[in-house]
C-alpha cells in the first residue's frame, strides 16, 4: 500500500498482532481497516474486499449492522458494566443464558459466560476437572484432544491445541494432563483405506489410547465437530457419535468445541446434534454468538454435571472460577440481537443454499496442478495446496504457498485466509450466489497466476 496513515504508523510501532511474523509487518506494517458493509470491508485508503473469512469465522450476519450497534450503544449507555458474581445479575446476560438453554441441544441448559473461546474452553476442562473432584474421582484429569485441533492460545486451551507449529518457541504445558489422538484427516488418511474403515481406525486408536492411560484418569475427550483453523477436516462419517458413545461407555465427558461450527456456519445452530447427531456434555460457543461485534464466549452444561457441581458442600461448594466480564451486559445485548437477526433473516436457510454451492464451486480448483484437496462442508471450505499431487507432498513452509495466494486474491478484491498451506474461506452467512462466484472466481485466478511461480 501506499498509505502512511498516523494510524498506520501507531500501528508498526506499538500494536503487537496475535500471530504475526515480526520481520515481515516491520517493514510492510498492516493494512488499516476502516469500514464494513454487509460483505464488504474497506481499507483507509477506500479500497473494498469481499469478505470471504467472515472477519476470522465470526462476523456471520456481515458487517455495519446498525441493529447490532445500537442494542450495544443502549445497553451501554444503560448499564455499561456490573458483576455478575453471585449477588448481582443483568438482563442481557439473564436473557441471553435462557435462548442459549433453548437453542443447544438436549439437556444442555446451564450457561457459563466467558471473554472468547480460549477462556470457554479453558472453562470447560476446570468445569470436567471439577465435576469429577465433586464425584470424588479425583484421578480423572486427563484430557484427549486432536492433532490439528485448534482451541485458542491461553496456556491451556494452547496446549489443548494440537497445531505443531503454534507451540514454537513456547514451553509445552500438562503434557502428563493433555494427549493427542490422531486427526480426523480424510485427505492424510492411511494409503489403502476406505473413510469406513478409516474411522474404525480412529475410533480404534482412541479406545486404545483410553485402555492405555486408563478411563478413571481421563475426563474429558474435546473435539471440534469440523476442524477449523487445523485445515478445515471433516470427519468420516459417523466418527463423532461413535466417538461419542465411547466417551460415555468410559465416563468421559464429551466438550464440543463450537466456536467456529455454532450459529450457523453448518446450517444450523449447532452442529454436534442436527448435523453429527449426538449431544455433548458441555458445548463451547464464542465468535458467531455475538456476530463477532463484541467479545464473549460461553461454556453451555450438561443437567447431569450440574446436579454435581450444584449441590452444597461448604467451602467447597463454591464454583471458584469467573471472569470480569463474564456475562458482560454490552456483550451479551450484542449477542441477543445477533440471535434476534439469525431467527428474523432466515439466515441459516441461505447457508444451507449457498454453502453447497460453495462447495460444488471450488470443485473446479482441483484443475489446478497445485491444488492437492478442496474440502469442506457448507460455509466452512478449505483449499489445500500441493507441490506434488499424486504423492501429496506439501509445498516447503518458507514458500508461504498459501500466503501467496491470498495476496494475490486481495489484489483481486476478495480476503481468503491463508493457514499452512490451505486456503480458508467461512464467508459471512448472507453470502449470495453471486457473491460465491466472486469469491471463487477470484480464487481460481490468484491460484492460476501464482501457480508457475510456486512450481518454479
Ligand atoms: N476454538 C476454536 C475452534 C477456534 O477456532 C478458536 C479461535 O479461532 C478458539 C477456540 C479460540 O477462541 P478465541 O480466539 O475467541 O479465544
Redesign the pocket.
Known amino acids: 500500500g501506499t498509505s502512511k496513515s498516523d494510524s498506520w504508523r501507531a500501528d508498526r510501532d506499538h500494536f503487537i498482532h496475535?500471530y504475526t511474523d515480526f520481520t515481515t509487518f516491520a517493514e510492510t506494517g498492516s493494512q488499516v481497516m476502516s469500514h464494513g458493509d454487509a460483505m464488504m470491508i474497506t481499507d483507509e485508503d477506500g479500497r473494498s474486499y469481499l469478505d470471504g473469512i467472515a472477519g476470522?469465522?465470526?462476523v456471520n450476519l456481515g458487517h455495519g449492522r446498525r441493529e447490532i450497534a445500537s442494542a450495544m450503544g443502549e445497553q451501554a449507555a444503560r448499564l455499561g458494566y456490573f458483576n455478575t458474581f453471585g449477588h448481582s445479575t443483568n438482563t442481557p446476560a439473564a436473557l441471553l443464558a435462557r435462548k442459549l438453554a433453548e437453542r443447544t441441544p438436549g439437556d444442555l441448559n446451564h450457561v457459563f459466560f466467558t471473554?472468547?473461546?480460549?477462556?470457554?474452553?479453558d472453562t470447560a476442562v476446570r468445569l470436567a476437572h471439577y465435576y469429577f473432584n465433586r464425584l470424588g474421582k479425583p484421578a480423572k484429569k486427563k484430557i484427549l484432544s486432536r492433532h490439528n485441533?485448534?482451541?485458542?492460545?491461553?496456556y491451556f486451551?494452547a496446549a489443548l491445541?494440537g497445531i505443531h507449529g503454534i507451540h514454537y518457541g513456547f514451553d509445552r504445558i500438562a503434557e502428563d494432563i493433555v494427549h493427542h489422538l490422531s486427526a480426523a484427516d480424510c485427505f492424510r488418511r492411511p494409503d489403502g483405506m476406505d473413510e469406513a474403515q478409516f474411522c474404525d481406525f480412529l475410533v480404534d486408536e482412541a479406545r486404545y489410547r483410553i485402555m492405555q492411560l486408563g478411563a478413571e484418569n481421563i475426563a474429558a475427550f474435546i473435539a471440534?465437530p469440523v476442524?477449523?483453523?487445523g485445515g478445515v477436516l471433516v470427519a468420516p462419517e459417523g466418527y463423532h457419535r461413535r466417538m461419542a458413545d465411547l466417551c460415555r461407555e468410559n465416563d468421559i465427558l464429551y466438550i464440543a468445541?463450537?466456536?467456529?461450527?455454532g450459529f450457523g456456519r453448518l446450517g444450523h445452530w449447532f452442529a454436534s446434534e442436527d448435523r453429527f447427531a449426538h449431544v455433548p456434555d458441555i458445548l463451547?460457543t464464542?465468535?458467531g454468538i455475538s456476530s463477532g461485534y463484541c467479545?464473549i464466549?460461553a461454556a453451555i452444561f450438561s443437567d447431569r454435571i450440574h446436579e454435581v457441581i450444584s449441590v452444597p458442600q461448604g467451602p467447597g461448594g463454591v464454583l471458584t472460577h469467573g471472569f470480569t466480564y463474564s456475562g458482560h451486559p454490552v456483550s451479551c445485548a450484542a449477542a441477543l440481537k445477533s440471535i434476534e437477526l439469525y431467527e428474523q433473516e432466515d439466515v441459516f436457510a441461505n447457508v444451507l443454499d449457498t454453502g453447497p454451492y460453495l462447495q460444488e464451486r471450488l470443485q473446479g480448483l482441483t484443475r489446478h496442478e497445485i491444488v492437492g484437496d478442496v474440502r469442506g462442508e457448507q460455509l466452512m471450505a478449505g483449499v489445500e495446496l500441493v507441490a506434488n499431487r499424486a504423492s501429496k507432498t506439501s509445498f516447503a513452509p518458507e514458500l508461504a504457498a498459501a500466503e501467496i495466494v491470498f495476496g494475490r486474491a486481495r489484489e483481486l478484491g476478495v480476503i481468503v485466509r491463508p493457514v499452512g498451506n490451505t486456503v480458508i474461506m467461512s464467508p459471512p452467512l448472507i453470502i449470495s450466489r453471486e457473491q460465491v462466484d466472486k469469491l471463487v472466481d477470484a480464487l481460481d485466478q490468484a491460484i492460476e497466476d501464482v501457480s508457475g511461480q510456486l512450481l518454479s
Open positions: 496475535p476470522l469465522w465470526c471473554t472468547g473461546g480460549s477462556t470457554a474452553n485441533g485448534y482451541h485458542g492460545s491461553t486451551a491445541t471440534e476442524m477449523g483453523a468445541d463450537e466456536v467456529v461450527t463451547i464464542a465468535k467479545p464466549g
